[in-house]
């Protein structure tokens, strides 16, 4: 059995690393608040992504936007090895200001000696080397994966009224995800029926309303975690009164228990 490890840098608070080492967590499908950049080190999986079902493989990177819900369902549970660098959004759209990603699945082959680099870039962010050091890497890959291929170009998209009822709805579960939210105030938010909000949103974003503020609940423990707060608080704080169910839900998102993230 492997083990699910974090690295953060709090010098550097816009990144974190996740290294997963012959170790299946029961993932639930989920998205992240920052943009996520993996590294198949070994083994396959197939990648839910919105309505999409793609297979990605040892020596290739994936780049998964943020706010995207996707599941991973490695083929061999026993070998599959894969690093997964976490960006928080704001950092990465300031760096792409000449464009923005469009909304789709980025999936790039690697060489070996590529594999090697960008393994070694990985290494060099979690070592102690100075954050300006850091942080120049870290420009450095990501330009080389995808910013000089022209990816990030921007994507002019048609806005429909479901799609901005759809961002209303969004928007107003990213302000108010600790609080209480029923199904009327988003009807009165969007002029949507309650029933057509839950179909349009999942849709939309291949969740319910319901289970995005759970996944915008669980991305929230986990930053308030990094910082040192306690965890028994932060679980009561965004509405689990069972330790352990807190417990047992944060490891369905990040594969490990809040304890052990916590190490």
């Not at 976490?86 to 690697?110: A, C, E, M, N, R």
């Not at 070592?127 to 291929?149: D, N, P, R, V």
């Amino acid at each position: 059995m492997g083990e699910i490890t974090y690295y953060r840098d709090e010098n550097l608070p816009f990144f974190e690393i996740k290294s997963c080492t012959l170790n299946l967590h029961p993932e639930k499908k989920h998205a992240h608040d920052e943009y996520s950049i993996a590294l198949i080190e070994k083994g396959n999986s197939v990648l839910g992504y919105l309505n999409e079902y793609v297979e990605i493989s040892q020596g290739q990177v994936v780049l998964i936007e943020a706010d995207i819900m996707h599941l991973c369902q490695p083929k061999d549970k026993e070998n599959w090895v894969y690093q997964m660098l976490y960006i928080k959004k704001t950092w990465f759209k300031d760096l792409l200001k000449q464009g923005v990603l469009p909304h789709k699945l980025l999936v790039k082959s690697l060489k070996r000696k590529e594999v090697k680099m960008v393994q070694t870039a990985f290494n060099q962010l979690k070592s102690q080397i100075s954050t300006l050091e850091k942080e120049e890497i870290l420009i450095e890959l990501i330009e080389y994966l995808f910013y000089i291929e022209n990816c990030f170009i921007f994507n002019e998209e048609v806005i429909t009224n479901n799609d901005i009822a759809c961002e209303k709805i969004k928007e107003f579960i990213n302000a108010n995800f600790l609080e209480k939210i029923y199904l009327e105030q988003l009807s009165e938010l969007c002029g949507l029926s309650r029933y057509y909000i839950i179909r349009l949103f999942k849709q939309k974003h291949d969740i319910t309303p319901h289970a995005y503020q759970i996944s915008c609940r669980m991305n929230y423990a986990k930053e308030e975690m990094s910082k040192g707060r306690e965890v028994t608080r932060i679980a009561h704080e965004i509405g689990f009164y069972d330790e352990s169910h807190f417990s047992k839900t944060f490891k369905s998102y990040f594969g490990v228990t809040p304890q052990a993230y916590l190490k």
